[in-house]
């Protein structure tokens, strides 16, 4: 029938594009559902969206800003016909064949489909969170540190995101405190310089966030330190929550396999589901190397596993 589908991608981070240009390149015709682009979770363009300078992505050697290689990876698989749906997929049913992606009323019916939906933001738990994000609460550095401009902050976290989000947040903010709730930090030894060596950045060792004080605004942080059990508040302005991510798998939850964490589960040096024809790639399955390169390479590896299954079973 011909509104079936070759491919429909949910998802459109660095995984979900590469899978696009790809199977576009392929001629299957890829369908995008590209997700809200008023969600902070599942934005078209994934977590890179959120993100400042990317440093690392190979053919870059300036740098390039995250926004700006999502657009280019975009443009370049809307060049070869993928098409796009701004929206989210509500409901997915892998079945029976042709698979069925629901987007509010409307189904998409495909022979295959990639899932590329990513990974978002971890919170405290805290009970004013949900009351103060975006009222000097954050979780995203690029997006809110300009409103920070001379004031005093903290960035909660240890890994990574949190020493670069407190290194980024010093080009605004008079001062950065960077929580964390060890006496190590887990980011990479060059970011941990990097942050060691600026002199607005204060890391205070063996603490942690217990509660988020603020009427209107946030106004401290109430601090415990994990050694001692002595409380102390720290009067902030603002707070970026950098602790890590979820994968955004709750759509699939009840047909696909999950490990422990919630990531999906795909075979070994595969993209392959436990469902034929269904192909998962990005962070929603990655939870080691959760880099944008690694993420545009298994979006390739998907695209090749999409078109071959597609050879082999609907040619
Ligand atoms: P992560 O590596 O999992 O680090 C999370 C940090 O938050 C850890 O230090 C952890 O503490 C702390 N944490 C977790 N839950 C907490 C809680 N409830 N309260 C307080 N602290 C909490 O996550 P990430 O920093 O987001 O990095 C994820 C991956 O992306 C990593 O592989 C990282 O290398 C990569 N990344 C790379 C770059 C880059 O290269 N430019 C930038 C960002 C991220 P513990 O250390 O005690 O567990």
């Excluded at 796009?84 to 997929?89: D, P, R």
């Excluded at 795909?266 to 269904?278: A, C, F, R």
Aim: aromatic share 8%.
């Amino acid at each position: 029938m011909s509104d079936i589908r070759d491919v429909i991608i949910i998802g459109s981070g660095p995984a979900g594009l590469t899978a696009a240009i790809y199977t576009a390149r392929a001629n299957m015709g890829p369908l995008v559902i590209e997700g809200e682009p008023s969600s902070t979770s599942d934005q078209p363009g994934g977590q890179l969206m959120l993100t400042t300078e990317v440093e690392n992505f190979p053919g870059f050697p300036e740098g390039i800003m995250g926004p700006e290689l999502m657009m280019h990876f975009r443009a370049q698989a809307s060049r070869f016909g993928a098409e796009f749906i701004t929206q989210k997929a509500t409901k997915v049913d892998f079945n029976q064949q042709p698979f069925t992606v629901e987007v509010g009323d409307v189904t998409y019916r495909s022979h295959t489909v990639i899932i590329s939906t990513g990974a978002q933001s971890l919170m405290l738990g805290l009970p004013n969170e949900d009351r103060l994000i975006g009222h000097g609460l954050s979780t995203c550095a690029t997006c809110d540190g300009f409103f920070f401009k001379d004031q005093e902050i903290a960035v909660v976290g240890g890994g990574d995101s949190a020493v670069e989000e407190a290194t980024f947040l010093t080009r605004f903010a008079s001062k950065v405190y960077l929580v964390h709730r060890r006496d190590e930090l887990r980011a990479s030894k060059i970011m941990q310089e990097r942050a060691l060596n600026n002199p607005k950045i204060e890391i205070l060792w063996n603490k942690k966030v217990t509660e988020i004080q603020g009427d209107e605004k946030l106004s401290g942080v109430l601090l415990e330190d994990t050694v001692s059990g002595e409380e102390n508040v720290l009067p902030i302005t603002g707070l970026f929550i950098a602790i890590g991510h979820q994968p955004n798998t709750s759509l699939f939850a009840d047909q696909l396999d999950l490990k422990d964490n919630g990531y999906l589960v795909t075979e070994p040096d595969s993209s392959k589901t436990q469902i034929p024809g269904v192909f998962a790639c990005g962070d929603v399955q990655d939870d080691y190397y959760r880099q944008a390169i690694t993420a545009a390479g298994s979006g390739c590896m998907a695209a090749i596993d999409a078109e071959r299954w597609l050879e082999e079973n609907h040619a």
